[in-house]
């Protein structure tokens, strides 16, 4: 009897660790900064609940810490305007 309940909690934890670890994998891909224009003269770039933190170049070559506030509503390009961030068009 020894062995099949051995079975049993060893597939039980490996399902378990299989599911968290799945969880993490989502968590990462949801906050996975997006891609755009933004990305040629920005660095430092992260999101976090949603917004997007970089530091970007400005026309004097000065770097700014700049956030686009509920960036997945962009459609099309996130760019760098003159050392912020910006959305070329909203849904």
């Known amino acids: 009897m020894k062995n099949p309940l051995i079975a049993l909690v060893l597939g039980a934890l490996s399902l378990s660790t299989a599911l968290s670890s799945s969880d ?13 224009s933004y990305r ?7 999101t976090e609940r949603g917004s997007l933190f970089a530091r970007c170049e400005d026309r004097r070559g000065n770097y700014r ?3 686009l506030e509920d960036y997945r509503r962009c459609r099309g390009d996130i760019e760098n305007d003159n050392g ?3 959305c070329s068009r909203r849904r």
Do not use: F, K, N
Not at 24 to 36: E, F, L, T, W, Y
Not at 40 to 46: K, N
């Open 84 to 86: 912020r961030l910006r």
């Open 40 to 46: 040629r003269t920005c660095t430092d770039i992260r």
């Open 65 to 67: 810490r700049t956030r």
């Open 24 to 36: 993490v994998a989502q968590a990462q891909d949801r906050d996975r900064a997006p891609g755009g």
